[in-house]
T-cell receptor, first 113, second 117 residues
């Protein structure tokens, strides 16, 4: 059974700092990995999707890497801003069904002005 | 184009009552998913609909939970005889399904926050 773990559970940084969020998964046979952002009372916003054949994806100040063999992904946020404050969720699509997403519990990020 | 919408946004109900949650997917998305997010927990998969195929109900936690979808449009998630442990945010997502029946990126609605008192 696939399990996804995110470290740290919470992170507080001053504005302008670069930071890294970590995600690990137990079954390396994944189709893809996705990073989401969740704001309080809101749904999930997809940030980056990395296919199993890819090593990284970039969007603006965000860069996500994937090391499938070791079961790890990182989300790098450059020059953090208070507006980046949210919960960041990692999810993998794996297993016999190619549509189920298995989520981690998330990292709660607070960027202080 | 509108995104995934869900209603109601909040629902407070008494233990033992039935509730119905609604999801309107993005037009043209043939795949629809329901997830549950309990406080402090990750999202849990509940059910998956794809076109006219039989839904994957493997994530439904008990027989009090059921879901229906009309064609490739609206879906309703029904919880009968609600219990306090059913309190959670219920999220719906939809996606395209590309060649080889591989689902594409999922787009999520804002969720319904259910509180059972």
């Amino acid at each position: 059974k696939q399990e996804v773990t995110q470290i740290p559970a919470a992170l507080s940084v001053p504005e302008g700092e670069n930071l890294v969020l970590n995600c690990s998964f137990t079954d390396s046979a994944i189709y893809n990995l996705q990073w989401f952002r969740q704001d309080p009372g809101k749904g999930l916003t997809s940030l980056l999707l990395i296919q199993s054949s890819q090593r990284e994806q970039t969007s603006g100040r965000l860069n996500a890497s994937l090391d499938k063999s070791s079961g790890r992904s990182t989300l790098y946020i450059a020059a953090s801003q208070p507006g980046d404050s949210a919960t960041y969720l990692c999810a993998v699509r794996s297993g016999g069904s190619n549509y189920k997403l298995t989520f981690g519990k998330g990292t709660l990020l607070t960027v202080n002005p | 184009g509108a995104g995934v919408s869900q209603s109601p946004s909040n629902k407070v109900t008494e233990k033992g009552k039935d509730v119905e949650l609604r999801c309107d997917p993005i037009s043209g998305h043939t795949a629809l998913y329901w997830y549950r997010q309990r406080l402090g927990q990750g999202l849990e998969f509940l059910i998956y609909f794809q076109g006219n195929s039989a839904p994957d109900k493997s994530g439904l936690p008990s027989d009090r939970f059921s879901a229906e979808r009309t064609g490739e449009s609206v879906s309703t998630l029904t919880i009968q005889r609600t219990q306090q442990e059913d309190s959670a945010v219920y999220l719906c997502a939809s996606s395209l399904v590309l060649g080889l029946r591989i689902p594409h990126e999922q787009y999520f609605g804002p969720g319904t926050r259910l509180t059972v008192t």
